[in-house]
């Protein structure tokens, strides 16, 4: 795109301004702001003024159009890209950091309710029989629940052995 073209779709490159607002629209979420510049929807998004204070959605491509016309502008625009960018992964990051640390929540709960359940099994087998010694599933469920609780990252794996003792 030359400089006659950009300026008669959007406005005289050199009178724009950018104050700062730039915002990712979402992985996967259709953006509903288009690009003054090349009329795509587009994630990142870079807010920018003209001398009468008209807003104008660019896309991260097109900014690179004020390099050629605005450096001053353009370099605001590659640090505001930088920071968006570093911004998306770090919230990215995040949610699968979030994202495995709630499995693991589920996880324990899942195991307490089980050793629960265990410590019942046994319990309820010697008033029901009176009798100290205890089937082979029994046995080893009692024996499970002598050994130290579990990392964090084995927490479903006990569950599930507590479950397969539990139903034999």
């Not at 605005?70 to 590659?78: D, R, S, V, Y």
């Not at 579990?150 to 397969?164: D, G, I, N, S, V």
Request: proline letters at 4%; hydrophobic letters at 35%.
């Amino acid at each position: 795109m030359n400089k006659q073209e950009f300026t008669t779709k959007v406005g005289d490159p050199a009178k724009f301004l950018f104050r700062g607002q730039c915002y990712d629209a979402g992985p996967g979420i259709p953006s509903r702001r288009r690009c003054a510049c090349c009329d795509h929807l587009i994630r990142q998004v870079f807010v920018l003024h003209d001398s009468l204070g008209h807003k104008f959605y660019f896309g991260s491509g097109c900014i690179d159009h004020f390099g050629k016309w605005n450096k001053p502008l353009h370099t605001k625009l590659k640090a505001a890209r930088i920071w968006l960018r570093t911004w998306i992964k770090a919230k990215m990051h995040d949610t699968r950091r979030e994202r495995r640390l709630e499995a693991l929540r589920i996880s324990e709960t899942e195991y307490k309710l089980m050793k629960k359940q265990a410590a019942g099994a046994i319990k309820e087998y010697h008033r029901k029989t009176g009798k100290q010694w205890l089937p082979e599933n029994l046995f080893n469920l009692q024996a499970m629940l002598g050994q130290d609780k579990p990392r964090p990252t084995q927490f479903a794996q006990r569950a599930e052995e507590f479950r397969r003792y539990l139903t034999v």
